[in-house]
């Protein structure tokens, strides 16, 4: 659906121009071994991996398993993740390797070694079993990026209990179906968090969530600003008091390797969020070894993942790969450019990061600000420059190869997604010496197999748009999603049979590299983060004063693409900027500011199928090309229909019409 290329401005990928961009780094041949190691035995390929990168207390039997879709990785085996991601560092000298430094956005600063992090993490699952949570329940966490989120994390996952990270971000409502649909017992908030200077109220904001979810009977509030915060209806302990417990020690559950480690809720082609769910043995063996195949990060190096742990790039790459590796990682709480865009270079310069992992809309905000900041620091301990979430324009590529990286340091653009757990597609600097091209994220890590197929399931020609897939199962993917088998079978194996679908457009060039071109979903991505334009229309449609709606999206040149609201009222309401950002604050307030559809434009009628279903994508294409309708009958067959194309004139035109009046 955001078919739109990201940052605006249309960049062809294809351009002849963009050919091989640097050659500096000698072929290792690394990576073609062990590429062809996997192709002739993947399940042994993946065991070897998993019983190098992991401690397992009960050895596998069975690599892969289970019913194709519901494939089940490491069978027969048992770990604990925090075991792997801690306890086992804790022997020696590199127990007192930093795990966490952090940084708070007004200037607090923490270092954790690993010994620091085990203590924590012990004391609070000790403190957590004492109160009686176990295996059988589930828990979730809406805590700003500080130190005791990763805590509670390893804390839940010493005791095997499964939880879900809810993005800081999210409103009430937004939290209180995550809570619910998952049926957490526990949960924990903070008195708020600091963003570009302000506080968020997270605890006001969580007990309001809390009110509309009965299953929940605890809540473990961590004090992080002074905000004076009310006490909620249930069992409420503050986080301070459960690390000063001297409960009796609980040792590590080890878990099935298919025990579920956490749910991520994430959006899809249709309804609201669903809960992916990502198991340990598998997910673990994934995060470890692609964190060591991409960013392969030595004793000295500090690694920054600069996305949010809400988000699935934070739980793969700030908290279980690197510290499966036991890495040090820089952990920052606010935004980039507060209180000035030199923030982020003074991030790099502190802590002497040598390997940055960040996201397009992140680069292209950095870059509005000049390269001045990042000339004004001191940057020459940075080796890796990392790109995730969307597709880099390769402008924006070349920028940060030459300003930040100062031409020393190879990019990797990594694919991947919510439901692969870890990455799959991306260069891997310390495999081998591969050409970088812009904009692409060049070959499939070792072990993997994508493809891009046509409509009809057979591969497309180089240069041919299709659709991307996953021919073979990796040890990453999902388990499959909370309480919806079928949804898990039909969204993600059901459009090419034995597949994995993955809801993104892709190009293979003549050198078989992937180039990732958006969704060819309903799913949006706003700044890097995705949602679901059912979830804004469910939110849109929460206002009395709306029939209809559908959400698409259009170019913003910082954020990628951005929610772009089509409505119908109810008969005999007027419209007006006044019901527009009604409209629009709505949205903030169910789902989270970050959602809010900048524009909402009313129409008289929406374009619909004969069995009356609204028709987004032409909806979208008609936005996406303003003023002119253009070819939509090649998007659908259906708007060959008499009643679509009168719709989609009408949209247009009074897409035209709201354009002339808001630049007269
Ligand atoms: C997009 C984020 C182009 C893609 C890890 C995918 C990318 C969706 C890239 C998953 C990239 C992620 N180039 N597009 N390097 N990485 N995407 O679940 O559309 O938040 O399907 O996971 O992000 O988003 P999610």
């Known amino acids: 659906m955001s078919g739109a290329p990201a940052g605006g401005a249309p960049e062809d990928p294809l351009r002849p121009d963009r050919l091989p961009f640097d050659r500096r780094f000698t072929p290792s041949g690394a990576y073609a071994q062990l590429r062809s190691a996997a192709e002739a035995n993947p399940e042994e390929f993946w065991a070897a991996v998993s019983r190098r990168e992991l401690f397992w207390s009960r050895p596998f039997t069975t690599t892969l398993g289970g019913t194709p879709p519901e494939y089940r990785w490491f069978e027969g085996g048992e770990l604990n993740a925090a075991v792997n991601c801690v306890e086992r560092h804790l022997a020696g000298s590199s127990a007192h390797r930093v795990a966490y430094y952090w940084e708070g956005e007004d200037g607090a600063r923490r270092t954790l070694s690993y010994a620091d992090l085990g203590r924590e993490v012990r004391t609070l699952a000790s403190s957590l079993a004492e109160q009686g949570f176990g295996p059988e329940d589930r828990a979730a966490l809406y805590l700003p990026m500080v130190p005791e989120l990763p805590v509670a994390m390893l804390a839940l996952a010493y005791l095997g209990i499964p939880f879900t990270v809810v993005f800081s971000g999210f409103a009430s409502e937004a939290l209180a179906h995550r809570i619910q649909d998952l049926g957490a017992r526990l949960l924990f908030t903070a008195d708020g968090g600091y963003r570009r200077g302000r506080v968020v109220p997270l605890k006001e904001i969580a007990d309001r969530a809390v009110a ?87 004793p ?89 979430g969307e597709p880099i324009n390769p402008s924006v590529w070349e920028w940060y190869f030459r300003v930040i990286g100062q031409g020393r340091c190879p ?46 399931g057979r591969p497309a020609a180089v240069g041919e748009r299709g659709f991307a897939v996953v021919r073979r199962p990796w040890p990453g993917m999902l388990l499959g999603l909370w309480d919806d088998p079928e949804r898990y079978r039909s969204a993600y194996w059901g459009r090419f049979p034995g597949v994995y679908y993955t809801g993104d457009y892709a190009v293979q060039d003549s050198d078989g590299y992937l180039w990732f071109l958006g969704r060819a979903d309903e799913v949006l991505k706003v700044a890097g983060h995705r949602l679901g334009t059912a979830e804004i229309e469910s939110a849109l449609l929460q206002h009395p004063a709306v029939a209809e709606a559908a959400v698409c999206s259009e170019p913003d040149p910082v954020k990628g693409s951005r929610p772009f609201a089509v409505v119908v009222l109810k008969p005999g309401i007027e419209a007006g900027p006044g019901l527009a950002e009604e409209l629009a604050s709505g949205v903030g307030e169910r789902v989270g500011k970050f959602a809010r559809p900048e524009r909402v434009l009313f129409v008289a009628m929406l374009p619909r199928t004969r069995s009356g279903k609204i028709m987004r994508r032409v909806v979208q294409a008609v936005v996406l090309q303003g003023d002119s309708v253009g070819d939509v009958s090649t998007l659908e067959d259906e708007a060959s229909v008499e009643e679509v194309r009168q719709g989609v004139a009408r949209l247009a035109a009074e897409l035209a019409a709201a354009r002339s009046s808001r630049s007269s």
């Open 300 to 388: 000295n190096d500090v690694l920054w993942c600069a996305a949010d742990i809400g988000w699935v790039t934070g739980h793969s790459y700030i908290v279980f790969g690197p510290l499966a590796l036991g890495a040090t990682s820089v952990l920052y709480e606010g935004a980039l450019d507060h209180p000035s865009p030199h923030r982020f270079y003074e991030i790099l310069e502190r802590y002497g990061v040598t390997e940055l992992y960040t996201s397009p809309t992140a680069l292209r905000s950095l870059r509005r600000h000049g390269d001045e900041p990042a000339r004004s620091h001191r940057l020459g301990r940075l080796r890796l420059l990392g790109s995730v």
């Open 212 to 298: 509309q979810c009965p299953r929940v009977d605890t809540v473990v509030v961590v004090r992080r600003t002074h905000l004076e915060v009310p006490t909620s209806s249930v069992r409420e302990r503050d986080w301070g008091e459960l690390l000063a417990r001297h409960a009796p020690r609980v040792p590590a559950r080890e878990v099935s390797s298919e025990h579920p480690l956490f749910l991520l809720y994430s959006s899809g082609t249709t309804g609201l969020p669903k809960g992916i769910i990502h198991g340990t043995g598998g997910y673990l063996t994934q995060v470890a070894a692609t964190t060591r195949w991409v960013f392969d990060p030595g």
């Open 411 to 456: 990019i990797v653009d990594t694919w991947w997604q919510t439901e692969t757990g870890g990455i799959l597609v991306s260069p891997a600097p310390s495999l081998d010496g591969r050409p970088l091209k812009p904009g692409s994220a060049t070959l499939p890590l070792p072990g993997i197999d994508v493809a891009v197929f046509r409509e009809d």
